[in-house]
């Protein structure tokens, strides 16, 4: 740092550009207000370069290579009956995607008036940032600012990746092989999304999770389809089992793990993938400097504006409590800008969709039928298979199933779930249900296009009432 | 699960304004976090959060005056730690800890979180409404549009009302220290910037009611905060008390000459030196002299207190409207320590610091617009005081002196009195000496303590 240094001078600092911070910046940019976007690698943050996007193109990729197998029944064969997985075009592909949409954001933030940095911002005070720049050193002098940087995979030091054999789930996407077996520590969504992927490529999957069952977050009837589907794909599921140790050996890595019915087992495999959460990256960002409190587990709280302790700064995504979701993230950004352009905004919804890529998929929003139990709600729940819907027989996707969580007075949805092909897809018309505060009828008394998979949402809410048309209504 | 209660912030206070709500419902909080701003007697306290947990419901609305030991708000101080998992709590938070930080299932908030579809949602938060606090007519309960709009136009109905029922208070020259006192720009301004929501909200439904006739605008504020606290007290004088006036003047040359004298010492000690110490000794020297007129009387008893101690308040002109921060014990302290405490007590009024003892507990008023002007005025007592004191603006005047006309300073003083308590001869008596007492300040010298 220079004595005398001379502070740029902007409205907002926006530190992270991932989908928070990007969002977040093009809305501030779109209020009139002076934008400075500090982004470290590259824009787009995780989601965009190793998380969502990156995953969901090798999830893509292994389901259609997978669903090749089943073609035959189809009346489709290959002409010599085989086919074959090329990882190095895969990566090609998918960095291709992933630079479209980062090219994307970077032409979005410049038409919208934002000056991206790039470098490594810490705060000097609670009106200044440092940014490192490959040597240079600049600073801005800003009236408000938005933390946005995110968080990283967490592991503990016995498991500390590697990054050859022990990997986290970055290195994993980024491989140029796959290998012929993986040991996956955390049954997480992350662990068994690319678990399954993988198992789908021809890589022999083994999971180990602590908790007795997988996707331990998720409502148990929900991921029933998914342990099913892991069984199919011979992936190994240990639960209720823990890593003692991990070692490498040779070109190797070898996990000795624990559980009750088993005792010491040793489990030798090509590569190891750790996943068993995520820590906010508040450490070395000078929080301190600025007055930004965080709580004892690293992260800042907010209210309801995202306003940090320091009402002048902000706080969004990962950082914050809460799921670690990009659409979270944005939701919070844009209300973040808003709020510093003097607009009224708010992250009021309770209703943030939640979405598994898992095969089959998993997808809802509101409560499950225990979590309105516990919360006192009289609820009914229905639910409708995949099997009784036509497009899922056609696309031979029919394992799965929708259910409505209606609250048995008022016959106010309380909360959507589905399991099953195109999940994702479907849970927009949940979350656009429970904001609209739509009762179970509304649902039903919708026409619904046919022959689609949204069909299932119609048949749900017809069974909560008692007329399903498509299965035996419960008397 | 913590009710937080309206508390007794301090004496004779039995209720409160609120001013501003600063959590909403699902907020974190941690003790000692300023929650509400609430108007008690004249001044503008901060209440902080009593525990530190999650705001579960605020029972109360920004502009309710609500009475000591009411629920402002209730704290889930169980949320933080998971505990609390009472039958349908009325909020989750949304950015509340999760189990871990992937996808986990959000809680919907309970039954007691109105429903409204996020338009509606986004609608009420620009006209300043607290969803919660309207009640729906939608299917199910669902608040719409046009409940809203109801909700925003009832409300302007309540602050009308308001109005209408002290208007003859807050007419012109009805303030004891500034008859005929012009609206400044200041107070303009700062009750603009006060009232922005209510004016949005008369805004956004400028369609279902008229806001003017022709190009003959009328603005529509709700009496509030300080303004309305004064109001009510200027109605309370003036229905309990029988006020007379009677005006006098004063000779002022040698007083001036004396302040003259004194100022460079007064600088000596950065301080400007007024003549309002020199008044208040002198006001001291004659209440000791006339008790009656530094009394109050009890209703509920019918009795006459007589004070035997001397704090004299002092009506001060600021942003937010008449403050009257108290001199305590001004018989005790001399004319540079009666200037420095003016000073010191002028400023936190314009700065809206005062505390709720530095304005109470006064037994004797002085009002000085001299710096503004007029000529004579009504002032209306302090209640439960019964009497109070205008200073007027100082000016040359022809007077008769030994039979000829000469020029001097005069300033002309207004003295209010309770005629229940004190007859007309006392407090022309009572004015006599302070003239005396003024006019000759050796005199004055010579009396004080």
């Known amino acids: ?475 | 699960m913590v009710e937080f209660k309206l508390p007794d912030v301090g004496e004779g206070m039995h209720e409160g304004e609120i001013l501003k709500v600063l959590v909403r419902p699902g907020e974190a909080v941690v003790q000692d976090q300023p929650v509400i701003e609430v108007q008690t007697d004249k001044v503008s306290a901060e209440l902080s959060a009593p525990a530190t947990g999650v705001v579960q419901e605020i029972r109360i609305a920004e502009g309710d005056t609500v009475e000591v030991g009411t629920v402002l708000l209730v704290i889930d101080t169980g949320a933080a730690s998971g505990e609390g998992t009472e039958a349908k709590p009325t909020v989750t938070p949304v950015s509340a800890p999760e189990k871990q930080s992937t996808a986990t299932v959000p809680a919907r908030q309970g039954a007691s979180r109105s429903l409204a579809t996020p338009y509606v949602r986004q609608l009420a938060r620009e006209m300043k409404i607290d969803i919660e606090q309207v009640s729906g007519t939608g299917p199910a309960g669902r608040v719409t549009e046009e409940d809203l709009r109801q909700f925003a136009s009832a409300g302007q109905k309540r602050a009308l009302q308001e109005v209408s029922a002290t208007a003859f208070a807050a007419a012109p020259v009805n303030e004891p220290a500034e008859p005929a006192r012009p609206v400044t720009p200041a107070a303009v301004s700062k009750t603009a910037e006060q009232e922005k929501p209510v004016q949005k909200q008369a805004a956004s439904q400028a369609s279902a009611l008229p806001v003017g006739v022709g190009d003959h605008l009328i603005e529509r504020l709700p009496l509030k905060g300080i303004r309305k606290k004064i109001s009510e007290h200027m109605v309370k004088s003036v229905t309990v008390i029988p006020h007379v006036t009677s005006v006098d003047e004063l000779e002022m040359d040698q007083l001036q000459a004396l302040r003259e004298r004194l100022k460079p010492h007064a600088e000596k000690k950065q301080l400007k030196l007024t003549f309002l110490p020199f008044f208040i000794k002198a006001l001291v020297i004659a209440l000791k002299e006339y008790p009656v007129m530094n009394a109050s009387i009890d209703d509920a008893t019918n009795e006459i207190l007589l004070k035997r101690f001397y704090h004299i308040g002092i009506a001060t002109d600021t942003p937010d409207g008449l403050i009257v921060p108290v001199i305590r014990d001004a018989d005790r302290k001399s004319i540079f320590q009666l200037a420095a405490e003016i000073k010191q007590l002028a400023e936190l009024a314009r700065q809206g610091k005062l505390t709720l003892e530095q304005i109470t507990g006064g037994t004797f008023t002085i009002s000085n617009v001299g710096p503004i002007g007029g000529l004579q005025a009504t002032p209306i007592i302090n209640h439960p005081e019964v009497a109070i004191l205008a200073l007027h603006k100082m000016e040359k005047r022809w007077v008769v002196r030994e039979e000829e006309g000469v020029i001097r300073q005069m300033m002309n003083i207004s003295l209010s009195f309770d005629h229940r308590l004190i007859d007309g001869v006392t407090a022309v008596r009572f004015t006599n000496r302070i003239k005396e007492l003024l006019e000759d300040p050796n005199l004055l010298f010579a009396e004080m303590v």
């Open chain 1, 1 to 475: 740092m220079v004595v005398g240094e001379i502070a740029i001078e902007t409205d907002v600092v926006v530190i992270g550009g991932g989908p928070g911070g990007y969002a977040a910046a093009i809305r501030l940019g779109q209020l009139g207000q002076s934008v400075v976007l500090v982004e470290k690698e590259v824009l787009g943050g995780v989601c965009l370069n190793r998380g969502c996007i990156p995953s969901k193109a090798l999830i893509h990729a292994a389901g259609e290579y997978h669903k090749l197998a089943g073609l035959g029944k189809l009346g489709i064969r290959l002409p010599d009956g085989s086919a074959a997985f090329h990882m190095p075009d895969w990566q090609a592909w998918k960095e291709s995607v992933v630079a479209q949409l980062s090219q994307g954001v970077e032409q979005l933030c410049q038409a919208n008036g934002v000056t991206v940095v790039k470098g490594s911002a810490t705060f000097l005070s609670a009106d200044r940032i440092g940014v490192e720049t490959g040597g240079d050193f600049e600073t801005y002098k800003f009236r408000q600012a938005i933390i946005a940087t995110g968080s990283r995979p967490f592991a503990p030091k016995a498991l500390a990746p590697d990054h050859e054999r022990i990997l986290d789930s970055t290195d994993l996407l980024n491989l140029q092989e796959l290998p012929k077996s993986l040991a996956i520590i955390g049954g997480g969504y992350i662990g068994m999304e690319l678990g399954m992927a993988l198992a789908k490529l021809g890589t022999s999957v083994t999971v180990v999770e602590a908790a007795p069952g997988i996707l331990p977050q998720t409502a148990p009837h929900l991921t029933q389809e998914v342990r099913k589907q892991a069984k199919k794909l011979g992936i190994s599921v240990k639960t209720a089992t823990k890593v003692e140790e991990i070692s490498r050996s040779g070109d190797q890595v070898t996990l000795a793990v624990l559980s009750e019915p088993h005792g010491r087992e040793e489990l030798t495999v090509d590569k190891a993938l750790v996943t068993i959460g995520r820590v906010p990256n508040t450490g070395d960002i000078g929080l301190g400097q600025a007055g930004v409190v965080i709580d004892e587990k690293g992260y800042i709280p907010v209210n309801a504006e995202c306003r940090t302790n320091q009402p002048h700064i902000f706080a969004i995504g990962d950082v914050t409590p809460g799921p670690a979701l990009a659409h979270r993230a944005s939701k919070q950004g844009i209300v973040a800008a808003e709020v510093i352009a003097g607009l009224p905004s708010s992250v009021d919804s309770p209703y943030v969709p939640y979405v598994i890529f898992t095969d089959p998929p998993i997808a809802g929003v509101g409560l499950t039928p225990e979590e309105a139990k516990e919360q006192g709600y009289r609820v009914r729940t229905a639910s409708f298979p995949y099997r009784a819907n036509g497009k899922a027989l056609v696309i031979d996707e029919r394992d799965g199933f929708a259910e409505v969580v209606v609250e048995e007075d008022t016959h106010l949805l309380v909360g959507m779930h589905v399991v099953g092909a195109d999940a994702p897809n479907l849970i927009g018309e949940g979350a656009l249900a429970l904001e609209l505060a739509a009762r179970v009828e509304d649902l039903a008394l919708t026409i619904h296009p046919h022959p689609t998979l949204s069909e299932v949402w119609l048949e749900a809410a017809e069974a909560a009432l008692g007329h399903a048309i498509h299965i035996v209504n419960k008397k």
